[in-house]
């Protein structure tokens, strides 16, 4: 029973984050979001008995891909443009 909510409760979380990185106009806090939706991601793997994917998981799409993003938006600019 405990499982089956720590299930939920993940997959809630991965559809509210994956809409958060939509609905975000501002590019860190959707960059922010999208490093979340990758740790769930790694957690939901956890959950389902697949440690070695949610270790790499958690090391590149966590970790190196959200600080290849923070890097790349500190050279731009951080708001998207409302008119376009």
């Known amino acids: 029973m405990i499982e089956m909510l720590a299930h939920i409760l993940v997959l809630a979380g991965l559809v509210i984050s994956a809409l958060l990185v939509f609905y975000f106009r501002d590019l860190m806090a959707a960059a922010l979001a999208s490093g979340f939706f990758s ?36 050279g731009t600019q951080r708001y998207e443009e409302a008119g376009k």
């Open 39 to 74: 740790f769930l991601i790694s957690l939901e793997f956890y959950i389902l008995q697949a440690p070695d994917v949610a270790i790499s998981q958690a090391g590149i799409g966590a970790g190196l891909t959200t600080a290849i993003f923070i890097i790349a938006i500190r």
